[in-house]
């Protein structure tokens, strides 16, 4: 997760360099909140719905979509963000949470692992909620 963040700072950093001004926004992965997986378990070849919380910080942040590293059958996932450059954002911690979904279509009969990016702790380690899916 940590070379995620690096290669994406650089990339958005080469991308949005300009001598005029600063960029107008770059994205940012937020921690997820909270999981609600589908109550029957997951179907094979059928796209199932895991519900996925999140808070923004301010109001300069924007839901884009999912960060999704695949990683043979274990998924990392995060929520991405676009965060405007702007000089008037409000505390936004409060409102919500926000809710969307992530569509997941399994191929195979497996065991799938979702870990749901939730932060970094003190130390700067990266936490996760882990569930461990059966595909039925």
Avoid at 47 to 59: A, G, M
Avoid at 62 to 84: G, K, M, S
Wanted: net charge negative; with cysteine; aromatic share 12%.
């Amino acid at each position: 997760m940590r070379k995620f963040f690096l290669i994406l700072s650089i990339l958005f950093a080469l991308i949005s360099c300009n001598l005029d001004d600063e960029p107008k926004s770059d994205y940012v992965l937020l921690p997820v909140e909270s999981v609600e997986m589908p109550v029957g378990g997951f179907n094979i070849n059928e796209v199932n719905f895991i519900k996925v919380k999140y808070r923004r910080p301010t109001t300069c942040h924007l839901y884009d979509n999912f960060y999704v590293e695949t990683n043979d059958r274990t998924q990392t996932i995060a929520i991405r963000a676009v965060r405007l450059n702007q000089t008037i954002c409000e505390d936004a911690t409060e409102e919500g949470p926000y809710e969307v979904n992530l569509d997941f279509k399994p191929t195979e009969t497996e065991t799938y692992t979702f870990k749901f990016w939730t932060g970094t702790n003190s130390q700067g380690v990266d936490e996760y909620i882990t569930e461990e899916v059966v595909i039925n």
